[in-house]
């Protein structure tokens, strides 16, 4: 949608107010904007004041100021807000956020505007290679003295600019004399204001999104079409509505590297507008990760609490019946052997991570696997049922995790009569799923299968300034260092670096983190020792510790990831993501003196190694996990040890930080 009002600030100085303020109006009410309006159009009314007012002093100092494109309320489809305008200045992007009446420049506002600027640049096309200038305008506050750009000169996206309704003008022309590049071509506005803006949500913001009722159309990448997110929705509400139609139970198993988007497509079809019924979504979003499911259930209550204004406790009251844990929804169907679940589609999140027979009789004395539980439990309904499994590669870390073949062997022996759409993935065991395979040693020409490519997503979107970082991280895993190497060099601005200072790695991430993007460490579970540095890691402090708030807090709170004083582990991140990541090594996978990993869990007061290869697969897996977290690049803390002390052992930690840069990480110390 393009922004609610397109003129020139030539013209602007010419316009009638009202009937600039009717224009938004009417764009408004077509945008169903409705909230609000009257203290908007107030606020309104003082910009276009403003702008007016600055448009004849500006064009005292640049004549060529009154073909500059002036656009207000400009749509950021990722977040859904609007930036309040945009000024294209010949070859410049400035972005202008009004706080009208506010006599101070907050810092959240700084990083609201900054974020937009960082948004324009990273998923809107006509800003590509712009440089864009974001200007916090406080109508009432003092005039800062002295701007410094601390921005480096290849940095497209500027310092914030501090302007009040006083000296507007002046910040205008200052920024304009300062990164006007005469040789770049004109913007022209209607090209830009048509310009395609396909944000990548975090899966955060695209539950938001879809709890709000927005399409994964509307939310999803630049590259949508690339990466088949748009056609395997589509695929899985056309499944949807065929089971209903013809009575039948369906599962469907969906794929795809690591951030790839399969959680977002789940949610998607339990939010889509078309299965909707009595305004409710169309399914529930199952997962057996608890702090997942606890970080989104919060986030959602939260949005919905500030666009409703309902009560915190009945917000998580609804997205409670939205976003489940699955063992828990398990658990309680099968206690209630007769009870019909009241959803007939519900979408299971890396359902290859579902627990084995074996863990089930150790916690609850079942004998039967979870994916036979799930399936006894869906298919009590009298006509039709779905499940949506979502598969990942790699993802498995935890003991105790029947795996894929397992939904396999039991769709085999125990529901013969399920209709299964699969990705050709699970079928063959393609390099996304590390070579497992839905049917291992069953044989499945009896059964009604049907492999669909469109359920397949091939490349990340976590990632989206390198789309080759999944594959990297195979390839250190499992120790492929030439391929690494050459791998590392098509990351282009995605940047993967290794200190070995702890310090170090804080100040890079914190120079890095701006706007509203987010920051954090991560570490295994399994690097006990790291406690010597500084960051604990037992159980028994994450199990206490507020990981929702370390996801979703703002900086200013001392619990949430910018303080760079927690780590997550692979049980709190997996699944979810952050733009810049500090990943902590431990003492848990090394290098030994032969070249070859070294596999160990601490227990007691040393290492102990692991020799099951079940195991040591785990233990890879958890890299793999805090590996692929990061949007928009990381860093690699490796600790250097202490000789004096065996449980950190300074040769393994040095030779482990050699082969990461062998595999082509770039030291910073």
Same mark, same amino acid.
């Given at each position: 949608m393009p922004a609610f009002y397109e003129t020139s600030f030539g013209a602007i100085e010419s316009e009638a107010e009202q009937q600039v303020i009717g224009a938004l109006i009417t764009s408004a009410g077509g945008a169903n904007i409705g909230e609000h309006l009257h203290t908007q159009t107030r606020a309104w009314q003082s910009e276009v004041a403003l702008l007016k007012a600055t448009a004849s002093e500006l064009f005292a100092r640049i004549p060529g100021a009154r073909n500059w494109g002036l656009l207000l309320e400009y749509p950021i489809p990722r977040r859904n807000k609007r930036i309040d305008c945009v000024i294209l200045a010949s070859d410049l992007v400035i972005v202008l956020e009004f706080k009208v009446g506010a006599d101070s420049y907050e810092s959240a506002a700084r990083r609201q505007t900054e974020e937009y600027a960082l948004d324009l640049r990273d998923f809107h096309e006509a800003s590509r290679d712009r440089i864009i200038v974001p200007v916090l305008v406080a109508t009432n506050a003092p005039e800062v003295p002295e701007f410094l750009d601390a921005q480096p000169a290849r940095?497209?996206?500027?310092?914030?600019?501090?302007?009040?309704?006083?000296?507007l003008s002046r910040i205008l022309v200052d920024a304009f004399s300062g990164y006007h590049r005469a040789s770049m071509p004109t913007i022209s506005a209607d090209t830009w204001n048509s310009s395609g803006y396909r944000p990548i949500p975090t899966i955060i913001e695209a539950a938001e999104a879809l709890f709000a009722g927005q399409s994964v159309r509307e939310i999803s990448s630049s590259h949508a079409d690339h990466f088949n997110l748009t056609r395997t929705v589509s695929t899985l509400v056309e499944t949807t509505a065929w089971a209903q139609v013809n009575n039948r139970k369906v599962i469907c198993f969906v794929t795809g590297v690591p951030g790839a988007g399969k959680t977002l497509a789940g949610l998607s079809v339990a939010h889509d507008p078309q299965l909707r019924s009595n305004n409710r979504p169309a399914g529930v979003f199952l997962s057996g990760n608890g702090p997942l499911v606890r970080i989104v259930q919060?986030?959602?209550?939260?949005?919905?609490?500030?666009?409703?204004?309902?009560?915190?406790?009945?917000?998580?009251?609804?997205?409670?019946?939205?976003?489940?844990?699955?063992?828990?929804?398990?658990?309680?169907?099968?206690e209630k052997q007769d009870s019909i679940p009241s959803d007939k589609v519900v979408i299971f999140d890396e359902a290859q991570r579902a627990w084995s027979a074996e863990k089930q009789r150790k916690k609850f004395n079942r004998d039967v696997s979870e994916p036979d539980m799930m399936l006894t439990?869906?298919?009590?309904?009298?006509q039709w049922a779905l499940i949506i499994a979502l598969v990942g590669g790699g993802q498995e870390i935890h003991d105790g995790e029947a795996g894929l073949a397992e939904w396999g062997s039991t769709l085999a022996k125990r529901f013969p009569h399920w209709r299964i759409h699969a990705s050709p993935e699970v079928l063959s065991g393609g390099i996304s799923l590390a070579g497992y395979r839905l049917f291992e040693n069953q044989d499945s020409r009896t059964l009604d299968l049907t492999s669909d490519d469109s359920l397949h997503l091939p490349v990340s979107i976590r990632t989206f300034k390198a789309e080759n970082v999944s594959r990297w991280v195979d390839a250190i895993l499992n120790q492929?260092?030439?391929?690494?190497?050459? &791998? /590392? *060099? =098509? %990351?282009?601005?995605f940047p993967?670096?290794?200190?070995?200072? @702890? !310090?170090?790695?804080?100040?890079?991430?914190?120079?890095?983190?701006?706007?509203?993007?987010?920051?954090?460490?991560?570490?295994?579970?399994?690097?006990?020792?790291?406690?010597?540095?500084?960051?604990? &890691? /037992? *159980? =028994? %402090?994450?199990?206490?510790?507020?990981?929702?708030?370390?996801? @979703? !807090?703002?900086?200013?709170?001392?619990?949430?990831s910018f303080q760079l004083e927690v780590a997550a582990t692979e049980f709190e991140c997996q699944g979810l993501e952050l733009d810049w990541v500090g990943v902590c090594w431990g003492g848990d996978l090394v290098i030994g003196i032969d070249g070859e990993w070294i596999f160990q869990r601490f227990r007691g007061s040393k290492w102990q190694n692991y020799r099951k290869d079940r195991d040591q697969r785990y233990l890879l897996n958890k890299y793999r996990v805090l590996l692929t977290r990061a949007r928009q690049g990381f860093v690699i803390w490796v600790p250097r040890g202490d000789s004096k002390d065996p449980t950190r052992n300074p040769d393994q930690l040095d030779a482990t930080a050699n082969f990461l840069i062998e595999c082509g990480v770039t030291s910073v110390d």
């Amino acid at each position: 949608m393009p922004a609610f009002y397109e003129t020139s600030f030539g013209a602007i100085e010419s316009e009638a107010e009202q009937q600039v303020i009717g224009a938004l109006i009417t764009s408004a009410g077509g945008a169903n904007i409705g909230e609000h309006l009257h203290t908007q159009t107030r606020a309104w009314q003082s910009e276009v004041a403003l702008l007016k007012a600055t448009a004849s002093e500006l064009f005292a100092r640049i004549p060529g100021a009154r073909n500059w494109g002036l656009l207000l309320e400009y749509p950021i489809p990722r977040r859904n807000k609007r930036i309040d305008c945009v000024i294209l200045a010949s070859d410049l992007v400035i972005v202008l956020e009004f706080k009208v009446g506010a006599d101070s420049y907050e810092s959240a506002a700084r990083r609201q505007t900054e974020e937009y600027a960082l948004d324009l640049r990273d998923f809107h096309e006509a800003s590509r290679d712009r440089i864009i200038v974001p200007v916090l305008v406080a109508t009432n506050a003092p005039e800062v003295p002295e701007f410094l750009d601390a921005q480096p000169a290849r940095e497209l996206v500027r310092s914030v600019r501090l302007a009040s309704s006083h000296n507007l003008s002046r910040i205008l022309v200052d920024a304009f004399s300062g990164y006007h590049r005469a040789s770049m071509p004109t913007i022209s506005a209607d090209t830009w204001n048509s310009s395609g803006y396909r944000p990548i949500p975090t899966i955060i913001e695209a539950a938001e999104a879809l709890f709000a009722g927005q399409s994964v159309r509307e939310i999803s990448s630049s590259h949508a079409d690339h990466f088949n997110l748009t056609r395997t929705v589509s695929t899985l509400v056309e499944t949807t509505a065929w089971a209903q139609v013809n009575n039948r139970k369906v599962i469907c198993f969906v794929t795809g590297v690591p951030g790839a988007g399969k959680t977002l497509a789940g949610l998607s079809v339990a939010h889509d507008p078309q299965l909707r019924s009595n305004n409710r979504p169309a399914g529930v979003f199952l997962s057996g990760n608890g702090p997942l499911v606890r970080i989104v259930q919060a986030a959602l209550a939260r949005d919905c609490m500030r666009r409703t204004g309902l009560s915190l406790s009945e917000s998580k009251r609804r997205i409670g019946a939205f976003v489940q844990n699955v063992h828990t929804f398990v658990r309680e169907y099968s206690e209630k052997q007769d009870s019909i679940p009241s959803d007939k589609v519900v979408i299971f999140d890396e359902a290859q991570r579902a627990w084995s027979a074996e863990k089930q009789r150790k916690k609850f004395n079942r004998d039967v696997s979870e994916p036979d539980m799930m399936l006894t439990i869906m298919d009590r309904h009298p006509q039709w049922a779905l499940i949506i499994a979502l598969v990942g590669g790699g993802q498995e870390i935890h003991d105790g995790e029947a795996g894929l073949a397992e939904w396999g062997s039991t769709l085999a022996k125990r529901f013969p009569h399920w209709r299964i759409h699969a990705s050709p993935e699970v079928l063959s065991g393609g390099i996304s799923l590390a070579g497992y395979r839905l049917f291992e040693n069953q044989d499945s020409r009896t059964l009604d299968l049907t492999s669909d490519d469109s359920l397949h997503l091939p490349v990340s979107i976590r990632t989206f300034k390198a789309e080759n970082v999944s594959r990297w991280v195979d390839a250190i895993l499992n120790q492929r260092i030439d391929e690494a190497a050459t &791998l /590392s *060099g =098509e %990351f282009g601005d995605f940047p993967i670096v290794l200190t070995r200072s @702890l !310090a170090t790695a804080r100040t890079w991430l914190t120079t890095r983190t701006r706007g509203e993007r987010r920051c954090g460490l991560v570490a295994s579970s399994g690097a006990l020792r790291l406690r010597a540095d500084g960051l604990e &890691l /037992s *159980g =028994e %402090f994450r199990g206490a510790y507020p990981y929702e708030e370390w996801f @979703l !807090a703002p900086c200013s709170d001392v619990r949430s990831s910018f303080q760079l004083e927690v780590a997550a582990t692979e049980f709190e991140c997996q699944g979810l993501e952050l733009d810049w990541v500090g990943v902590c090594w431990g003492g848990d996978l090394v290098i030994g003196i032969d070249g070859e990993w070294i596999f160990q869990r601490f227990r007691g007061s040393k290492w102990q190694n692991y020799r099951k290869d079940r195991d040591q697969r785990y233990l890879l897996n958890k890299y793999r996990v805090l590996l692929t977290r990061a949007r928009q690049g990381f860093v690699i803390w490796v600790p250097r040890g202490d000789s004096k002390d065996p449980t950190r052992n300074p040769d393994q930690l040095d030779a482990t930080a050699n082969f990461l840069i062998e595999c082509g990480v770039t030291s910073v110390d």
